[in-house]
């Protein structure tokens, strides 16, 4: 089954403790995303990868780190977690960009930082 | 910078009515897409339907369509026949042709409610 999983869909951590937030699709996509929500904001792109070792910041990168080792996986990184970061993660993948091609999200992780 | 807004916090529908839910989006390019997706309880994010700004034709798909007013910047989404189902966040997206990031814009969301 084509799909974008995320791992933990849930965690509960303190401030300062670094995490890691997993993001793998079984699709072959190039494009690869970022995005945290929050109540009224919608969705905002955190980063984004266009292939492996190609990252780039998106609207709301301050605190987060990303790395592209591998054509299927994406993790989010926290260094040093804030309580601003509590938020609901999606990570996303596509094709390419350029003409349309679908955004595919994975489950979504909720964050709680204390 | 694009901005894309939804204004209505909270609609709520009787069942097998219709509803629609209101979009409207700032850009300066000539050449995007716009989208609907649902959010359910479950919080995966499910496309609904999508437009392209070329188009001048609404986009359709079984009960949802849009009303794409391009000069107003106003992209409404139709449910007909609501069900039970449909109750969630509803967001409004937009993303310009070339973008290198596929980055979409999203709106604040609107959460729909149906009554039984």
């Known amino acids: 089954e084509a799909q974008v999983t995320q791992n933990p869909r849930y965690l509960i951590t303190v401030t300062g403790k670094k995490l890691t937030v997993t993001c793998s699709q079984n699709?072959?996509?190039?494009?690869m995303s970022w995005y945290r929500q929050d109540p009224g904001l919608g969705l905002r792109q955190i980063y984004y990868s266009m292939n492996v070792e190609v990252t780039d910041k998106g609207d709301v990168p301050e605190g987060y780190k990303v790395s592209r080792k591998e054509k299927r996986n994406f993790p989010l990184i926290l260094e040093s977690p804030s309580p601003n970061q509590t938020s609901l993660y999606f990570c996303?993948?596509?094709?390419?960009?350029?003409?349309?091609?679908?955004?595919?999200f994975g489950p979504g992780t909720r964050l709680t930082v204390l | 910078a694009q901005t894309v807004t939804q204004s209505q916090p909270e609609m709520s529908v009787q069942e097998a009515e219709t509803v629609t839910l209101s979009c409207t989006y700032d850009?300066?390019?000539?050449?995007?897409?716009l989208f609907w997706y649902k959010q359910p309880p479950s919080r995966q994010m499910i496309l609904v339907i999508r437009?392209?700004?070329?188009?001048?034709q609404n986009a359709t798909e079984n009960r949802f369509s849009v009303n794409f007013q391009k000069a107003a910047k106003s992209f409404s989404l139709k449910i007909s026949d609501s069900q039970l189902g449909d109750a969630a966040m509803y967001f409004c997206a937009y993303r310009i042709s070339n973008n290198a990031g596929n980055m979409l814009t999203f709106g604040g969301g609107t959460r729909l409610m149906v009554k039984p």
């Open positions: 996303a993948s596509s094709y390419g960009g350029g003409t349309y091609n679908e955004q595919f």
């Open positions: 850009t300066s390019e000539s050449d995007y897409y």
């Open positions: 437009q392209e700004a070329y188009k001048q």
């Open positions: 699709m072959n996509h190039e494009y």
